[in-house]
């Protein structure tokens, strides 16, 4: 079946989070996120390189909920239940709807940092992707160096398949390996 012809929600919910797809006019609460994680984003994420502007962050909402709608990618926005205060931002990227296999990727904003949060997301959305798309694989891939991250995983129920070395440049210039962690339908 072509992907755009797949049904499902474009927003649920966890115990403390609204999670949805990105629309327009979220442009400037993810704006003032990433200002104020740039710090801990910069360190890790290959998108984190240069700050954009709140334009640009509306613009990259806009073509998120595009994507989504196309099911190229299915990005979501993780708010505080109840409120338009965004906690931050995962999703499933990279799919391949034959198997149907995603990959999970995660940030947070600083100030909602080591509350379980995004524990809490990376938990609903592997969830929502075995309910809703028929996922057989769901997979977190992230810098051997970066504890939190890994620790995210693991507390999410997620196992270390493999190690690449070497297997991506990081932000810092070094060439970073990457550990792949998986959970299979």
Not at 36 to 60: C, F, G, I, K, M
Not at 109 to 135: C, H, M, N, P, S
Request: glycine share 6%; aromatic share 10%.
């Amino acid at each position: 079946m072509n992907p755009i012809l797949r049904n499902f929600p474009d927003a649920f919910t966890s115990q403390r989070l609204d999670i949805r797809a990105p629309r327009a006019g979220d442009g400037a609460e993810l704006h003032a996120a990433v200002s104020e994680s740039w710090s801990d984003l910069s360190s890790w994420l290959p998108w984190a390189r240069a700050q954009s502007t709140p334009e640009e962050s509306e613009v990259l909402v806009r073509e998120g909920q595009a994507h989504f709608l196309l099911r190229q990618d299915l990005w979501l926005l993780l708010f505080e239940k109840g409120t338009k205060n965004l906690v931050g931002s995962s999703g499933l990227h990279r799919m391949d709807w034959n198997v149907p296999s995603f990959e999970i990727g995660y940030w947070i904003r600083k100030r909602y940092a080591g509350q379980g949060y995004i524990t809490e997301a990376v938990r609903a959305i592997a969830d929502f992707a075995f309910t809703y798309l028929q996922a057989r694989r769901v997979h977190i891939h992230c810098d051997e160096r970066n504890v939190a991250s890994r620790r995210v995983a693991e507390r999410a129920g997620f196992r270390v398949e493999a190690t690449l070395s070497r297997a991506q440049l990081a932000n810092d210039g070094k060439l970073a390996n990457i550990v792949v962690y998986a959970r299979l339908a």
